[in-house]
């Protein structure tokens, strides 16, 4: 019972929370969103809260947490939807969630994913082509 | 003079007690007309405050109050445990500042977020914090 469903997404996941989160809700969303990175190979996280009316210093950490996490795993995470008395609250209780992307819907923040993958694709093969260029 | 309108008493045991408390606070916040704001401001520290509880206390109760002293009215609330208390609030009430490996945000955070802030802990005897957010 304790679980949020994550969704696969060609390479994205997908997870909408609609429920209110409580700190092992949290924490199993942690350990399961990583774990699905991992399994189906992701590229990308994001991250549905437009329908969570509060977010505490637990519940931002973990979003923060799942954030650091995916980005070792080399995948990007894209947190949206959130209401704006939720921004304001978190940014007076002391956490900006800086380092966590956000876009004001799904669509916007699937195209921000695409863009972040394409960014770090176009990266790659620029670093590569820099190797080449090395005098013999 | 404060005058308390309506009062309910609530245990708080485990992380589901917490979840009924949030819903009620928000039932009380939103029959006096608080604004959305306000009440995820006030919801938000209630959460912060109902997990020291759990966290430290393991168990205590709470007391949702609506008060009014002739010129606003508002939403109190009072978190009571009889666990191992603070031996130092003004540190405990510094950013970033945790004996158990959190952000360390939740009690001055929490003071951020609502109107009236008081603090009382006897170590060895418990702590009650009281906090008071005013409809507007």
Known sequence: ?136 | MMISLNKETLKIVSEQDVVLFRQRLKEYASKIGMSLLNQTKLITASSELVRNILVYARQGEVIIEVVTDRLQTGVRVTFKDQGPGIADIPKAMQDGFSTNKSLGLGLPGAKRLVNYFDIQSTPGNGTTVTIIRWKR
């Open chain 1, 1 to 136: 019972m304790d679980r949020i469903p994550i969704l696969k997404m060609g390479h994205f996941l997908l997870v909408t929370i609609q429920v209110d989160m409580y700190d092992r809700l949290a924490l199993n969303l942690e350990n399961d969103l990583i774990n699905a990175v991992q399994a189906h190979e992701s590229k990308g996280v994001l991250i549905d809260i437009s329908a969570v009316s509060i977010v505490d210093s637990f519940m931002g950490r973990i979003i923060g947490n799942i954030a650091t996490m995916s980005k070792i795993m080399d995948a990007q995470t894209v947190v949206v939807g959130m209401q704006p008395a939720v921004a304001i609250t978190l940014v007076e209780l002391g956490l900006p969630l800086a380092g966590v992307y956000t876009a004001l819907n799904v669509e916007k923040g699937m195209e921000l994913l695409q863009q972040k993958i394409t960014e770090e694709a176009e990266f790659d093969i620029g670093e590569a082509e820099e190797d080449d260029d090395q005098p013999e």
